[in-house]
């Protein structure tokens, strides 16, 4: 898995490429929670080229989701397609984040 | 019909080693990146929960891995000596509760059951053993 980290304005975007299993889950984890850490803050998750996630990822993802809830700040996945998308069905995840199609639609839900 | 087999321990870091060694089977194969990535998933949660949860001791155990392809059929056999764990048994996640009444515990026994074509379970002796299947179309 590898992460690319940039700033849009005031939004934090982290792609993801790669596989997010329980031995990558936890670089996730520690990126998501470096950039979720002051409150009030922007991030947006691009899994466009994510190739599968599984559960221990989707952990990470679930506990990012609520310290932005906490925190006052915006979490926006976006780029959820394909087996990925198949995977946030089958968990019942889909309706549990902010999702929208494209990274430029997804800094501007964040923002 | 083609077989390979690992044999690892029962630690996290371990994982990757299997998720590469069925990523060259896949090559070697040409198997489709779905039936690949659903049975990456799959072994992913079955040999997390065995890692996390088969062991009450601190000691070093191993875990057997088999794969085989067959005509059109990706099949792991995973076999551990932890404690009696059939996953089958489990009853799926409550996938209508909120956000912060969660808890991902089951979802991983959930994806492997939907993910793969055939899950089976025996305990024989001392020993876990579960079947995986993923069909494919050649």
């Known amino acids: 898995m590898d992460l690319l980290e940039e700033k849009v304005g005031g939004v934090t975007v982290v792609a993801v490429k790669g596989r997010i299993d329980s031995t990558t889950a936890p670089a996730l984890g520690e990126r998501l929670t470096a950039s979720l850490a002051a409150p009030k803050v922007h991030v947006v998750l691009d899994l466009s080229r994510l190739e599968y996630i599984s559960s221990a990822g ?24 394909g087996k990925v998308r198949q995977l946030f069905d089958l968990g019942g995840f889909l309706d549990l984040f902010t999702i929208v199609g494209s990274r430029e639609e997804g800094i501007a839900a964040a923002q | 019909m083609s077989a390979i087999d690992i044999t690892i321990v029962n630690r996290g870091s371990e994982l990757a080693r299997v998720a590469d060694l069925l990523d060259r089977l896949g090559a070697e194969h040409h198997l489709a990146p779905e039936v690949l990535a659903d049975m990456q998933v799959a072994l992913d949660e079955v040999v997390t929960n ?11 155990h191993k875990i057997h891995i088999c794969f085989r392809v067959l005509d059109n059929v990706l099949e792991a056999v995973i076999e551990d000596d932890g404690a009696p764990f059939n996953p089958l048994a489990i009853p799926g996640p409550d996938i209508s509760k909120p956000l912060r009444e969660r808890r991902v515990g089951g979802v991983g026994i959930h994806f492997v059951r939907s993910l793969m074509d055939e899950v089976a379970y025996d305990r024989a002796g001392e020993r876990n053993r579960l079947v995986l299947r993923k069909r494919f179309k050649t």
Request: charged share 25%; net charge negative.
């Open chain 1, 58 to 81: 989707f952990r990470i993802l679930l506990l990012a989701a609520k310290r932005a809830d906490e925190t006052g700040s915006r979490f926006v996945l976006c780029g959820v397609s």
């Open chain 2, 50 to 60: 065995i890692t996390e949860y088969a062991y009450t001791d601190n000691a070093e």
